[in-house]
Structures are given as C-alpha cells and as structure tokens.
C-alpha cells in the first residue's frame, strides 16, 4: 500500500474531521495522499441541496456556482483538519451517495467514511449508505465515527472462517500491521449451542486451535512474534462475540472479509461485517474478496 490514495467521502457534517484524521494516519504511513470528496443530488431532487452546509441561505442554481463552492468548502475543511501536504485536489460528484463514492474509488486504494453524519431527510451518511459502500466497493472501506477514529496501530485483529474468502483480508492486515510493527491476531469464532451440549467440547476447540496456528504458520509466518490466534467460544452469533470480544480487548484496528463461508458455520458474511462495523469501538476494514476476481 506504498504511496496509498485514500478518498474520503464528507457531509460537512463535524463527523467529517474523524475520517479525515483517520485517513492521515494511514497517508502519513504509507507515504500517501487524501483526496476529499462529496456527492449532491440537484436542488430540484432534494429539500435543502448542498446548499446548507455552511454555504449562505441563497439558492444556488448554476452547477458551475455551487461546485466551486463545494470544490472550496472541501478544501478548507480538508486543509484545516490535517497536514495540508497530504490533501489533493477535491472531488465532486452528482448522484446517490453510494453508487457516486464506489464509482469515484475505482481511483483510490482505499475508502475511509463515517457510518452517520447529518440528520433528517438530507443527511448522508445513514449507515444504509456506509454498509452499500462496504459492500459494493472493489477497494478496502474503513468505517470510523466520534467513538472509534483511528489513533493508534498497535493492535490489529483480523478475522477468519478458514474460507478463502476470509483469507483475502490477510494481506491487508498484515501490511499495515508490519509497517506500524503492530501486534497482529488473527481470530476465529467457534460456535457453541447450549441446547444441544452441555459444554463445550474441549477436544473440538484443541483442533480448531490448531487448525488456526497452523493456518497463522502457513500464511503469516513473516509476522514472527509480532502474531497471536485465539479461538473463541461463543454461543452468541458471530457479530456479538466479536462485540463482545472487542469490549475486553479494545483493537487499535479490526480487519474482516465482507464474504465468507455459508451455512451455520459462516462467519464473514457482508451482515456480519456490517453490524461489526456499526457497533464496535474499534475502527472497522474491510475488504471485498471479490475485487480480486474483477
């Protein structure tokens, strides 16, 4: 991710600055850019326009008008908030949220956005929009918000199922875990049902440990000490036991596949993913298997 261009969708909204901050992080890491960005719906589509984000009240009706004072309320906010030598020229789209922030990225190695910004009719980033996005994008999406902006890089977790879907998240983890010289943890949720055991099979969790080590060993032996695997038991879904997991243990950064393995025994599904995303304290990436295949 050397020289990494990372976009950052913005609502104007105060959120903004966490996306911003994160994405200097990992500009400054990976010696990097950041590009900001935003997407308006015409004002004969929408009540308010963009219009209202610090803008005046007059009604501005000439695209050229009201993208040039989007193209410089993006730069100011961008320049204010972080190390001006990193902000590139801003970007600015006419469509849905969503489908303008994919499309735009095909540009980018990376998306950084917030799960929530303005409210009422005319906010941005409903978490509807942040979980499309995470979906939808070919490039690596991280999801910050007020409570989890990426700060620090010394604990990394990413997650497997042991599908190959899962394993394409290693290579992310692991880079920006080498650079920061972070401690990576490679985990995997092991389900339990208490109404058809009447506790956990030790047995049934040596071998999934050691299934996983050897999985860490084939996969991750650059890491050296820097990698640890656990194994949790959990008769929770997967989301909660990872939620759960996070309470106690508070990543710097959590990493997941939006895709996995199906049947009971799934645990990267984009609906995992996403309620990860949404909940967590931790600073969410995920990363689309398929955009490999594109």
Do not use: C, W
């Amino acid at each position: 991710m050397e020289n990494i261009k990372i976009l950052v969708p913005l609502d104007f909204s105060d959120l903004g600055s966490k996306a911003l901050h994160s994405a200097e992080k990992l500009a400054k890491l990976f010696n990097g850019s950041v590009t900001p960005f935003h997407s308006y719906l015409p004002l004969n589509e929408v009540d308010g326009g963009p219009y209202m984000f610090g803008m005046g009240t007059s009604t501005m009706e000439d695209f050229d008008e009201i993208e040039e004072a989007l193209h410089e309320r993006l730069s100011e906010l961008a320049n204010e908030e972080i190390d001006s030598s990193l902000v590139t020229d801003p970007l600015i789209s006419i469509g849905n949220p969503e489908q303008s922030i994919v499309e735009e990225s095909e540009d980018f190695d990376m998306i950084v956005m917030t799960t929530h910004g303005r409210t009422g009719f005319s906010r941005f980033f409903l978490g509807s929009v942040s979980e499309k996005v995470l979906r939808m994008s070919n490039v690596p999406v991280l999801i910050v918000n007020e409570e989890r902006e990426l700060t620090n890089l010394d604990h990394i977790m990413v997650t497997t199922d042991f599908s190959d879907h899962s394993k394409e998240a290693f290579p992310v983890a692991m880079e920006i875990a080498k650079k920061a010289n972070a401690k990576l943890e490679l985990v995997n949720i092991m389900p339990y049902d208490p109404q058809h055991e009447d506790e956990p099979d030790d047995s049934k969790k040596q071998l999934r440990e050691q299934r996983l080590k050897v999985l860490a060993k084939e996969v991750m032996h650059e890491m050296g000490d820097l990698l640890e695997t656990k194994v949790i038991v959990s008769e929770e879904t997967p989301h909660e036991a990872i939620l759960n997991y996070n309470l106690d243990n508070p990543q710097d950064l959590i990493v997941m596949s939006t895709v996995g393995r199906t049947g009971i025994d799934y645990l990267m599904v984009g609906s995992t993913t996403a309620n990860v995303a949404r909940h967590v304290k931790s600073p969410v990436l995920s990363v689309n298997p398929k955009a490999n295949n594109n």
